[in-house]
């Protein structure tokens, strides 16, 4: 792949190509050696892209979910993975993503200061995907939201069980869910279907033309009006308002 000086995009039509080509030779070659060959391009067809993305979709957010927030520096993750615990030394991850987070509760994800919920926009060669809600929240936030689902089972089945969200999501995510109901929880409650998730989470894949077409913006806005009301919902649960204006 031919490197270049970066240059910031003034307007946001989709990823480039030369970012899926970028991480496609990223998977083959994750070596340091390579990765600082091909920096220039790094920056040029994927952080810069990336920029710009989220300061678009940052006044998407304005009018749809206005609490939250698509910060163009806190927003994107790093590309270097943490090794540390793992056997997998592979130094860079070899997909770009962004977390768009509620402005009251911070960026954290998966960790003691979780960030609530949110959007997370994935992108990878032939697995590029947009996802929300909270994922793995630590045990306080996790307890706040089975409290409210004992209370409000209704209200949330009424938001991730209409046949537009099932269209558009599917079902929540079924990621490493508990074999048994919680201790103390009544398994004839009527909440109890909602009790064993460890994760609120939904996602839908989005195909490489979608992710790279001048049309991306628009079509996640779908996905953003379409998830609003359960990122509300688990927020709420967790003491984070919603937002009238931004």
């Known amino acids: 792949m031919a490197t ?16 899926l080509r970028f991480l496609r030779g990223l998977r083959r070659h994750n070596r ?11 920056e040029q067809y994927l952080r810069v892209p990336m920029r710009a993305f989220l300061e678009e979709i940052d006044v998407q957010l304005a009018g749809t979910i206005p ?9 994107m993750f790093r590309i270097h993975r943490d090794v540390r615990f ?49 994922w793995m929240p630590p045990k306080p936030a996790l307890d706040l939201i089975r409290e409210r689902l004992l209370e409000e089972h209704a209200e949330f089945a009424a938001l991730v069980e209409t046949p537009a969200f099932r269209r558009r999501y599917g079902a929540l995510s079924e990621e490493a869910m508990l074999v048994r ?7 004839t409650h009527p909440a109890a279907a909602w009790m064993r998730y460890k994760s609120y989470t939904v996602s839908r894949p ?6 790279t077409s001048p049309h991306l913006l628009r079509e ?24 009238g204006t931004r």
Do not use: C, Q
């Open 206 to 211: 989005v195909a490489d033309d979608v992710m």
């Open 86 to 134: 793992s056997r997998d030394k592979s130094p860079y991850k070899t997909h770009a993503a962004a977390w768009l987070y509620h402005r009251d509760a911070g960026r954290g994800v998966g960790s003691v200061a979780h960030g609530g919920a949110g959007v997370y926009v994935h992108l990878e060669p032939g697995a590029s995907l947009v996802a929300a809600g909270i």
């Open 181 to 187: 109901m919680p201790r103390g929880v009544d398994p």
């Open 32 to 42: 340091r050696e390579w990765f600082e060959e091909h920096r220039a391009a790094y």
């Open 4 to 19: 270049a000086r970066p240059i910031a995009p003034t307007t946001f039509d989709g990823f480039p190509p030369a970012a």
């Open 220 to 243: 996640l806005e779908r996905d953003l009006l379409a998830v609003a009301p359960m990122v509300r919902w688990l927020n709420g649960a967790l003491g984070f308002a919603p937002a």
């Open 67 to 75: 609490e939250l927030v698509a910060d163009p520096k806190r927003s």
